[in-house]
């Protein structure tokens, strides 16, 4: 039972690169998220979809896209990556607007 | 615009002893849902417990149960008998109950327990 599974566990980025963060489920979940934690700050919703094709903003959208293709995955892009964007990244699913979030293990990012 | 408070930094409590997480909300919607999450140092978050705004009754899961004051507007987590295995992070969160998930998180509260 894999759950929701984040790639890479770890990055480390120049300013300016840029990279996709993998996210897949096998649950069958429609709703998809990603957040970033940042230290004293909790986490913060930067994307979500409610099902294939369908995307929209969080809070913090800014240098992010996504796209959602199939059911299964959501992966999150960072167009070019700068400093600020240094966090921890979670991908999360569920299957209605009011049940549990199944989070992935994070992916930890630095940008230098 | 939904707002999650968790005025408890820190918090440092005796192994056996029961703990209270506070947590209050503001929302002017009038269905949403109300989440408690664990985060070990081990950087995964666990889900632990869901209260919603129509429950007539306080959510429980185990050890863990959520003491809803829906006209104070507080959500705070109960933790029973508490174990060396409970210090992590606590998060509340919450949703409104309509449209797409979107939680809206606290600051959270690091638990430790002491032996």
């Known amino acids: 039972n894999a759950g929701v599974t984040q790639t890479p566990k770890f990055q480390v980025l120049k300013t300016g690169q840029s990279m996709t963060l993998q996210c897949a489920q096998d649950?069958?979940?429609?709703?998809m998220s990603w957040y970033r934690q940042d230290p004293g700050m909790g986490l913060r919703l930067i994307h979500y979809?409610?099902?294939?094709?369908?995307?929209d903003q969080g809070e913090v959208p800014n240098g992010y896209n996504v796209s959602r293709s199939t059911t299964e995955d959501f992966p999150l892009r960072l167009l070019s990556a700068a400093p600020s964007q240094t966090s921890v990244y979670f991908c999360?699913?569920?299957?209605?607007?009011?049940?549990?979030?199944?989070f992935g293990n994070g992916t930890r990012l630095t940008v230098t | 615009a939904q707002k999650i408070t968790q005025t408890q930094p820190g918090m440092f409590v005796q192994e056996k002893e029961a703990v209270t997480l506070d947590c209050t909300y503001d929302?002017?919607?009038?269905?949403?849902?109300l989440f408690w999450y664990k985060q070990p140092s081990s950087g995964e978050m666990i889900f632990l417990i869901y209260q919603g705004s129509y429950d007539q009754q306080n959510a429980t899961e185990g050890r863990y149960s959520l003491n809803f004051q829906k006209a104070r507007k507080s959500a705070n987590l109960v933790i029973s008998a508490s174990q060396l295995g409970d210090s992590a992070m606590y998060f509340c969160a919450m949703s409104v109950i309509q449209g797409a998930q979107k939680l809206v998180f606290g600051q959270g509260t690091r638990l430790t327990i002491n032996p």
């Open positions: 979809s409610v099902g294939a094709g369908i995307t």
């Open positions: 999360a699913s569920s299957y209605s607007n009011n049940s549990p979030l199944h």
């Open positions: 649950m069958n979940h429609e709703y």
């Open positions: 929302t002017s919607d009038p269905s949403y849902g």
